[in-house]
């Protein structure tokens, strides 16, 4: 399958980072289960790398890295700035830096990636860190519950 690169810069302190997604999207056989699991939870990704050579031609290798979408928020029931909030705070406490990604507007994507080199065992467990955290603190049922 032929992918189409794009790159995205990210500028944060205290280094800078470029991740590269690939087009069109696949999960990565590393963290595909973990990715599942977050997605069937509710929370909406868009793109995901694990980084690891297993993964990955070695010319594809790259930032390990999750980006969430912000879901349709039509009802209500869930408040965007609190859901991106909580997430930043997923991400931070498992090891990734997020950064809020907004076109001319409100924030529409979160990432989180992880900088320098990690062992395949670093990476990995820091995506199940995330994915346990997720589910133990589940934001979007507390919400709803919340509400009701």
Known sequence: MTHQIKKVFLKTSPIDCEISIYEPFEIDSSIAVIIEEINNLGYTTDASCSGLRPDHDKDMQGTPY???????????????????KFLAYALERCGFIPVSVAQSGPITDLIGYMPGTLSDFGVLSKFEALCVMLRKRDFLNMSQKAKS
Do not use: D, H, L, M
């Open 66 to 84: 999750i980006i969430f979408k912000a879901p349709n928020f039509e009802n209500g029931n869930i408040n965007k700035e609190y859901y991106f």
